[in-house]
RNA sequence: GGAGAGAUGGCCGAGUCGGCUGAAGGCGCUCGCCUGCUAAGCGAGUGUGUGGUGAAAGCUGCACCGAGGGUUCGAAUCCCUCUCUCUCCGCCA
């Protein structure tokens, strides 16, 4: 969310930043909202003001034994006016609220101007794409025939886009999980969290899920909680509602967790493989950082969730998303993309994002700076480290050889229990 | 699922029959004094949000005692609804 303060000190900047992402929002809407509504306001404050000088004025007569009568009859009306006044303000109230958590961050200056996707500018770039001197196979085909990878038994339990593992599959996923985890807290300084797969609706809405992007999310029927999409969700709330101390920072979180999405809207995109899956595990890093460091905690993030594929000498790059790509509550993001060899593409395997104040404002989350008067909005941050399914497909991919064995990443295979290779037997 | 208790400032914790309580007291923190160092001690200050005014320090309005509604001239205090937390019983990995 954007301070309200800035919106009606920077119309046509927002206005920019909106067509910029292809989002245009009505501001002549706000305007008209935000004055009635702060005209009104003076109204009730000024009304309110003096039923308070007044009431302590009928108290004193009471005390010493006046007829306070007429002032009673008098802040009597002044009451009902101020009732009525309150319900006008609501109204606009409501109408401000909703345009302004529709409204997305405002992107950072370093971020290149772009329509969509295709836009996207290289960052940097790191190994090659693998020579195989046979045609690589899609990393379904491979798993199947391993036998790590059931789709099909997967749907029969619950239904398309969800991933079933077995054997030395199910192996890798966990092994994954904790490899990352391990270089993260153990290397990184990240401390380990394990926190609820739902979360509530304050939380959503902290974090910008809601209420936007419900269409995006599993709901509990009967409940008011949701099946987090990303452990960004219920890490960043962990300092919901919170003043935290200068000194603190950065704070640096990581978290492995399922991650659930509906994903609408994707209908016939990565039909097959683990590519895009309801349900998917991510190892997720998580930072709160104060604002004149964040850029920098933004690029360190980057290389931490960077590592991951470095030790397991997978080809990728990193891209920084244009204006027109970049999600709604980030001001900069990066793409680390993977080498899927099958594709012959590079496919996104992290997001990195600054989010700068846009989460705290809604999440309420504050720091004191030492010896300073008042607080300020702490900057938050967070990156895929990496997207674990995807990253059991780029492995597949990029270390499958021509008779259907995969060959494990060296830096993996302690979590293998010393395995070297995945074969059919 | 059944029974009970509670939710107050950064933290702990008072708030009497509604008014003088934005909130006692303590801790913590900041500044100053004192002390050979540390500790202790002494003094002063110290909530958040939002608006006005000012160059600034500051002054000042309004709101906020879990959330939302109600009663009242006036509510942290009374009433209703909800949420959350804790304890006991039951059930359960």
Same mark, same amino acid.
């Given at each position: ?199 509530? @609706?304050?939380?959503?809405?902290? %974090? $910008?899920?809601?209420?936007?992007? +419900? #269409?995006?999310?599993?709901? &509990? /029927?009967? =409940? ?92 990728? @790059?990193?891209?920084?998303?244009? %204006? $027109?790509?970049?999600?709604?509550? +980030? #001001?900069?993001?990066?793409? &680390? /993309?993977? =080498? ?86």
């Amino acid at each position: 969310m954007l301070e309200i303060k800035f919106v009606r000190q920077n119309l046509e900047r927002v206005q920019a930043a909106l067509a910029a992402r292809g989002d245009a929002a009505d501001m002549k809407v706000f305007e008209d909202a935000d004055e009635q509504r702060r005209t009104i306001l003076a109204q009730i404050e000024e009304l309110r003001h003096k039923r308070n000088v007044v009431s302590e004025q009928i108290a004193q007569m009471k005390r010493d034994r006046e007829d306070a009568e007429s002032l009673v009859l008098e802040m009597r009306e002044v009451s009902a006016t101020v009732k009525e006044l309150e319900k006008k303000l609501s109204g606009h109230e409501a109408v401000i609220d909703e345009i302004v958590m529709g409204i997305p961050n405002i992107p950072h200056e370093s971020v290149p101007a772009g329509k969509d996707e295709t836009e996207n500018t290289l960052y940097r770039k790191w190994g090659e794409p693998p020579e195989f001197g046979f045609f690589p196979k899609p990393h379904w085909e491979i798993g199947e025939a391993l036998k790590i990878l059931d789709f099909e038994t997967a749907s029969k339990i619950t239904g398309a886009r969800f991933p079933l593992y077995m054997g030395a599959g199910a192996r890798l996923e966990r092994a994954l999980i904790n490899f990352m985890l391990d270089i993260q807290t153990g290397e990184h300084g990240y401390t380990e969290i394990l926190p609820p797969f739902m979360v509530n @609706r304050t939380s959503m809405t902290g %974090t $910008g899920q809601l209420p936007k992007f +419900a #269409a995006d999310l599993f709901k &509990i /029927e009967g =409940w008011d909680y949701f099946l987090i999409p990303t452990a960004e969700v219920p890490v960043t709330n962990i300092h919901q509602n919170q003043i935290l101390d200068e000194s603190e920072f950065p704070i640096c979180y990581t978290a492995f967790t399922p991650c659930f999405r509906s994903e609408a809207g994707s209908y016939g995109k990565d039909t097959r493989g683990l590519i895009r899956q309801h349900q998917f595990n991510k190892v997720e890093l998580v930072k709160f950082s104060l604002p004149e460091t964040s850029y920098d905690e933004l690029e360190s993030l980057l290389e931490n969730a960077e590592t991951i594929l470095k030790r397991l000498e997978l080809p990728h @790059r990193v891209v920084t998303l244009c %204006t $027109g790509d970049i999600g709604f509550s +980030a #001001a900069k993001t990066y793409d &680390i /993309e993977v =080498w899927i060899p099958s594709q012959g593409v590079y496919r996104e395997i992290s997001s990195c994002s600054n989010f700068e104040d846009f989460q705290a404002r809604r999440a309420n989350i504050r720091f004191k700076r030492k010896g300073k008067k008042g607080t300020e909005l702490v900057h938050t941050l967070n990156g895929s480290g990496l997207a674990v399914g995807r990253t059991v497909a780029a492995i597949l991919e990029n270390c499958q050889t021509g008779d259907g064995s995969v060959i494990i990443p060296e830096a993996l295979r302690p979590y293998m229990g010393g395995l070297e290779r995945i074969t059919g037997s």
